[in-house]
Structure formats: structure tokens, C-alpha cells
């Protein structure tokens, strides 16, 4: 049992440049969410999806889109990254209403 | 709106002592408080979660946390520190209402070890 699976671990971008950050979970949970994590500010939710197809913005979600096509499946969009996206990202799921599992992070720094 | 406040970014103690983190929240709704732990390089894990019923709540490696309505807080304790438990805590809390159960951090708070 996987849990929830991130790539990559890590990734340089130029400014400007675009790519998108992956997400799996195998324990078909309905509920999905991105985080980022920047040093002494603890986790900001950017975006999360109630179930396939459903997704709405989180505290903050300017920068970056997101699609859920499967239940299994949240990847998340950067479309022109900037330094300020430099952050460590983290996937979670859960069951309705409950508590979140969370991947191992993708680091990313934009130059 | 809900927040979380962790006191104390860092916290040292020698192994053995006791340790307590501390969180106060903030929720208009009755709240699901959770303590996660990092340790480098890694994901969240859960160290134990508050829902609903008893107020103390054990978790795992030895922790607890007592949820106290009056104080609205939720700090974590455990007897006897050991150097495994170096590593960055975060208490969170969930807003029940909606659909999807958001998580709202605190800003961490890194516990050291020493012998």
C-alpha cells in the first residue's frame, strides 16, 4: 500500500518556465489537497477537490490551477513560475471528513 | 474563520524531561484539532487527532494531548523525551463545517533533543 506518492522529489525551474507537480493515492479517497510549506509559515492550502471533477481554491491558489480527472489523481499546475513559488509542495487525501494523509513533498526552486 | 498559534518556534530539552508544546486555536464551530509530526525531509505524519468524546487523547511514540474548551487549547505532552522525537511539530485545526475538511496549521514548532 503506497499511501499518497509525489513527483518529483525535487526540480529546478527558470522563472517563466512551466511544469506540473504529481499526485497519486491509492486508498480512493474522495478528498484531495496541495499545500505549500515555506519556512516558519507552516502549510497554506492552494487547492483541494471533494471528489472527481470538483475542485475549488484554498487560502492560496494564485499561480497555480489544478484538475482531478480520477478519484486517484490531483495534479497540480504552474503555468509561469516565479521565485516566489519557491516552496516545498505537499499532497494530501482523505476520507470525507477526516484526517489527511500526506506525501513525501516535491521541493521546488525557481532561479 | 479558524487559526492556529504555536508558542514557541523552537524547543529544547534534555532527553528524558518532559515535553509540551504548546497550541491555542481559534474556531466559530466546534473543532477537530490534530498534532502532526515532521521529521526531515519527509511528509506530515499524524501524531494523534481530537474529534469528539474523550478530551485526552493518546497518540502515537508516547504522546498525548487534552483538548480543553475553556483554555482553547490543545497542547501536546510526552513524560519522557528521546532523541528520535527531534523534529518539527504542527497542530492543526479542522473547520467540521463543509464538505471537505480544510486544515488550518500553525506555524511549527521545532523540538530539540539533548543528552
Known amino acids: 500500500n503506497a499511501g499518497v506518492t509525489q513527483t518529483p522529489k525535487f526540480r529546478i525551474l527558470k522563472i517563466g518556465q512551466s511544469m506540473t507537480l504529481q499526485c497519486t493515492q491509492d486508498m480512493n479517497h474522495n478528498y484531495m489537497y496541495w499545500y505549500r510549506q515555506d519556512p516558519g509559515m507552516g502549510l497554506k492550502l492552494i487547492y483541494y477537490s471533494v471528489g472527481a471533477g470538483i475542485t475549488d481554491k484554498g487560502e492560496v491558489p494564485n499561480g497555480y490551477n489544478v484538475s482531478r480527472s480520477t478519484t486517484e489523481d490531483f495534479p497540480l499546475r504552474l503555468e509561469l513560475a516565479a521565485p516566489s513559488q519557491t516552496s516545498v509542495y505537499f499532497c494530501?487525501?482523505?476520507?470525507?471528513?477526516?484526517?489527511?494523509?500526506f506525501g513525501p513533498g516535491t521541493r521546488l526552486l525557481v532561479l | 474563520a479558524q487559526s492556529v498559534t504555536q508558542l514557541g518556534s523552537h524547543v529544547s530539552v534534555s532527553e528524558g524531561a518532559l515535553v509540551l508544546l504548546r497550541c491555542n486555536y481559534s474556531s466559530s464551530v466546534p473543532p477537530y484539532l490534530f498534532w502532526y509530526v515532521q521529521y526531515p525531509n519527509q511528509g506530515l505524519q499524524l501524531l494523534l487527532k481530537y474529534t469528539t468524546g474523550a478530551t485526552l487523547v493518546k497518540g502515537i511514540n508516547g504522546f498525548e494531548a487534552e483538548f480543553k474548551k475553556s483554555e482553547t487549547s490543545f497542547h501536546l505532552t510526552k513524560p519522557s523525551a528521546h532523541m528520535s522525537d527531534a523534529a518539527e511539530y504542527f497542530c492543526a485545526v479542522s473547520d467540521r463545517a463543509g464538505t471537505a475538511s480544510k486544515l488550518t496549521f500553525g506555524t511549527g514548532t521545532r523540538l530539540q533533543v539533548t543528552l
Open positions: 494530501a487525501s482523505s476520507p470525507q471528513g477526516a484526517t489527511q494523509y
